[in-house]
Nanobody, 118 residues
């Protein structure tokens, strides 16, 4: 079992930045690909970014490329997503996930709200 706890969400103006953190605990995390997903009201959940624990190879949704950066700290068992140049359309609940495969994952955090005002 893996437990995930997100933090760092909040309200920010368009053009601003936020950094989300996800502390993971439980099973051997190096086995898993970690990721961030988001879901806006009335929309389907979408993958934002993902990264492997070991090689650190990251992938991003086209909508956030060049603005978001995912990273991980293996010693702290923490995954981050640095979000810059935020837009109102980035407003959503952001979820940390472990054992990511494509558009889904086995383990999920509780979510943290990000609101970008125009």
């Amino acid at each position: 079992q893996v437990q995930l706890v997100e933090s760092g969400g909040g309200l920010v103006q368009a053009g601003g930045s936020l950094r989300l953190s996800c502390v993971a605990s439980g099973r051997t995390l190096s086995m898993y690909r970690m990721g961030w997903f988001r879901q806006a009201p009335g929309k389907e959940r979408e993958s934002v970014a993902s990264i492997s624990w070991t090689a650190g190879i990251a992938s991003y949704a086209d909508s956030v490329k060049g603005r978001f950066t995912i990273s991980r700290d293996n010693y702290k068992n923490t995954v981050y997503v640095q979000m810059n140049s935020l837009k109102p359309e980035d407003t959503a609940v952001y979820y940390c996930a472990a054992d990511v495969t494509g558009m889904t994952a086995r383990y999920w955090g509780q979510g943290t709200q990000v609101t970008v005002s125009s």
